[in-house]
């Protein structure tokens, strides 16, 4: 794991950290050192041929549904720090999820997923996109597992950089092989990778990123967001969403940007699952301290893994940065600056355990400053069917631990008396 943090697409060709402070931000007398919050719906044109020109390219600004400034920079920020080549901006995880698999798959079409993923994902997979036609297979999160499950209209493969709860690390550079083999593309849900601060997907292979900002990027359990990023170079000339049509295809007419655009047209324009811009100022905050937050919850959360994973009372401990762990391999070639935040551990009475907590909080949600603890069995996963649970790494005894910024000396003693 290195500190160096050489890779960078910004401009300036400034790291990580400096990114995720400086980028977006105009110099110059009087501007704000923040983002400025333009709440607007809708924006003005000097003339009817102006307002023509915007509704006939939709490349700046006309109705907020659309395209917002605030939006806009807090996109062009996650963009360079996935070192990505253009993001959508949506409400929520969801709809980051929903607007990744509706850009490429329409009815007919099938996606392949790992199974160990976050509840919400399930769901969608299972339950909401067979009504519009699109199936999926959900699998073991191994190559073996995902070749197998590929079919000539798969148009997706889809998982979880690090999967929540389980801390499965996806096998990204051959996973994205697959995809391509098979004229799909690969999608990484990248939300436990904290955009792109343990790990950037796009520069494994993948054509997608997707996550929700609502976990490390806003970091304060305050706001929902989620966003799509799409890397170069992903190939959709096997795809006939995007080929049928001939010289009036998407792909003639888009060029490079056709994916982009269908992420923006959908999840934006189309399906209105817009983000709002005091949602987008708030999650640029956070965004700024990101690389601290995260960097200090890695190092507590393997304090405290090891800790558990050595105490009597603790069943199983699972932590892709502990050496037991079966992607532990996986986790040191893919996660440069720790294994993230999240964890699972068993305890005999859950809700004895829950019910002593002090410092610890219950709470359903990941990337909190605060310490978040949950039963997901009966809770996140409590829709999942029974073995997709367990194949998600969820049993009944499985505690889900968002480790915070708090003293690893505190979240010890606290664990210790509730134990
Ligand atoms: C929370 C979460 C989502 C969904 O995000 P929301 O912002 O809650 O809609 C998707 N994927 C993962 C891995 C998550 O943890």
């Given at each position: 794991m290195?500190?160096a943090?050489?890779?960078t697409?910004?401009?300036e060709?400034?790291?990580?950290?400096?990114?995720?402070?400086?980028s977006?931000?105009p110099?110059?007398?009087?501007?704000?050192?923040?983002?400025?919050?333009?709440?607007?719906a809708?924006?003005?044109?000097?003339?009817?041929?102006?307002?023509q020109?915007?509704?006939?390219?939709?490349?700046?600004?006309?109705?907020?549904?659309?395209?917002?400034?605030?939006v806009?920079?807090?996109?062009d920020?996650?963009t360079?720090?996935?070192?990505?080549?253009?993001?959508?901006?949506?409400a929520?995880?969801q709809?980051?999820?929903?607007?990744t698999?509706l850009?490429?798959c329409?009815?007919g079409?099938?996606?392949?997923?790992?199974?160990?993923?976050?509840?919400?994902t399930t769901?969608?997979?299972?339950?909401?996109?067979p009504?519009?036609?699109?199936?999926?297979?959900l699998?073991?999160?191994?190559?073996?597992?995902?070749?197998a499950?590929?079919?000539?209209?798969?148009?997706?493969?889809?998982?979880?950089m690090?999967?929540?709860?389980?801390?499965?690390?996806?096998?990204?550079?051959v996973f994205?092989d697959?995809?391509?083999?098979?004229g799909?593309?690969l999608?990484?849900?990248?939300?436990?990778?904290g955009?792109g601060?343990?790990?950037?997907?796009?520069e494994?292979?993948?054509d997608?990123?997707?996550q929700?900002?609502?976990?490390?990027?806003?970091?304060?359990?305050?706001?929902?967001?989620?966003?799509?990023?799409?890397?170069a170079?992903?190939?959709?000339?096997?795809?006939?969403?995007?080929?049928?049509?001939g010289d009036?295809?998407i792909?003639?007419?888009?060029?490079?940007?056709?994916?982009a655009?269908r992420?923006?047209?959908?999840?934006?324009?189309?399906?209105?699952?817009?983000?709002?811009?005091?949602?987008?100022f708030?999650?640029?905050?956070?965004?700024e301290?990101?690389?601290?937050?995260?960097s200090?919850?890695?190092?507590?959360?393997l304090?405290?893994?090891?800790?558990?994973?050595?105490?009597?009372?603790?069943?199983?401990?699972?932590?892709?940065?502990?050496?037991?762990?079966p992607?532990?391999h996986?986790?040191?070639?893919?996660?440069?600056?720790?294994?993230g935040?999240?964890?699972?551990?068993?305890?005999?009475?859950?809700?004895?355990?829950?019910?002593?907590?002090?410092?610890?909080?219950?709470?359903?949600?990941?990337?909190?400053?605060?310490?978040?603890?949950?039963?997901?069995?009966?809770?996140t996963h409590?829709?999942?069917p029974?073995?997709?649970?367990y194949?998600a790494?969820?049993?009944?005894t499985?505690i889900?631990?968002s480790v915070?910024v708090e003293?690893?000396?505190?979240?010890?003693?606290?664990?210790?008396?509730?134990?």
């Amino acid at each position: 794991m290195s500190d160096a943090h050489p890779e960078t697409t910004h401009p300036e060709g400034w790291s990580y950290d400096t990114t995720a402070v400086q980028s977006s931000i105009p110099r110059g007398l009087g501007q704000t050192i923040g983002f400025p919050i333009h709440a607007a719906a809708a924006f003005q044109f000097d003339t009817l041929e102006e307002a023509q020109s915007e509704f006939q390219l939709n490349s700046g600004l006309s109705y907020a549904r659309l395209q917002n400034p605030t939006v806009r920079a807090l996109e062009d920020r996650i963009t360079a720090l996935e070192g990505g080549s253009a993001t959508v901006a949506v409400a929520s995880g969801q709809a980051a999820t929903l607007t990744t698999i509706l850009s490429v798959c329409r009815a007919g079409d099938h996606v392949v997923s790992a199974s160990s993923l976050f509840g919400g994902t399930t769901g969608m997979l299972n339950n909401i996109l067979p009504l519009m036609g699109i199936t999926a297979t959900l699998v073991e999160n191994t190559a073996d597992a995902v070749q197998a499950a590929m079919q000539e209209n798969t148009r997706l493969v889809w998982a979880e950089m690090i999967s929540n709860p389980a801390g499965d690390v996806a096998d990204i550079r051959v996973f994205a092989d697959i995809a391509h083999e098979w004229g799909a593309l690969l999608a990484i849900d990248n939300t436990c990778g904290g955009v792109g601060f343990l790990c950037r997907p796009l520069e494994h292979g993948a054509d997608i990123v997707t996550q929700s900002l609502t976990k490390w990027a806003g970091g304060h359990g305050s706001v929902l967001g989620g966003a799509v990023t799409v890397g170069a170079g992903h190939n959709l000339t096997r795809n006939p969403v995007y080929t049928d049509g001939g010289d009036s295809s998407i792909l003639n007419v888009r060029g490079d940007a056709a994916l982009a655009w269908r992420q923006r047209w959908f999840g934006a324009h189309q399906l209105g699952m817009t983000l709002a811009p005091h949602s987008a100022f708030l999650i640029a905050q956070g965004l700024e301290t990101l690389a601290l937050r995260l960097s200090r919850e890695s190092e507590t959360a393997l304090g405290l893994a090891r800790w558990l994973d050595s105490h009597p009372k603790v069943g199983k401990v699972s932590y892709p940065g502990l050496a037991g762990h079966p992607h532990h391999h996986l986790a040191q070639r893919y996660l440069r600056r720790g294994a993230g935040a999240v964890m699972t551990f068993e305890v005999p009475d859950p809700s004895a355990f829950l019910a002593r907590v002090r410092v610890l909080r219950i709470a359903p949600n990941l990337g909190d400053v605060r310490t978040l603890v949950v039963h997901p069995w009966t809770t996140t996963h409590g829709r999942v069917p029974e073995t997709a649970r367990y194949a998600a790494g969820v049993t009944p005894t499985t505690i889900r631990m968002s480790v915070g910024v708090e003293a690893l000396e505190d979240l010890k003693a606290d664990i210790e008396q509730a134990l």
